[in-house]
């Protein structure tokens, strides 16, 4: 039961640190270099949390008090790090307005 609660302990600070660090994504991408390092940190931070999820499951941890949930977790993770991996800086995804532009707009 002590490699279990280690997993789950283990699980916990990846998870949370890939949570916080993608929440900041954006703020890292004003430096190109800073972005593309923190673009691979990220990537294997929701690698270690995937496999450490998985191990979750096979020494029989429970996270939030469900045995079952921590599988497909480790999913999200595998989808959440190929996302990290993407490079979104320079270009318009949403093709929405700016908001900073508004204004020069309604002038000109």
């Known amino acids: 039961m002590a490699v279990a609660e280690f997993m789950v302990g283990l699980t916990e600070i990846l998870c949370g640190l890939s949570a916080i ?6 703020t890292f991408s004003r430096s190109e270099r800073l972005e593309l390092t923190m673009q691979n940190v990220l990537f294997f931070l929701l690698i270690a949390s995937a496999a450490s999820l998985w191990g979750v499951s096979l020494t029989g941890g ?7 949930i921590a599988r497909p977790l480790s999913l999200i993770c595998i ?4 996302s990290a991996r993407l490079n979104i800086k320079g270009k ?11 204004g020069r707009t309604e002038e000109e």
């Not at 660090?21 to 954006?26: R, V």
């Not at 429970?62 to 079952?68: F, K, N, P, S």
């Not at 929405?96 to 532009?101: R, Y």
Request: hydrophobic share 55%.
């Open 92 to 102: 318009n995804v949403s093709f929405g307005a700016n908001p900073h532009s508004i």
């Open 79 to 82: 989808v959440l790090a190929i």
């Open 21 to 26: 660090l993608f929440t900041f994504i954006a």
């Open 62 to 68: 429970t996270i939030w008090g469900d045995d079952y």
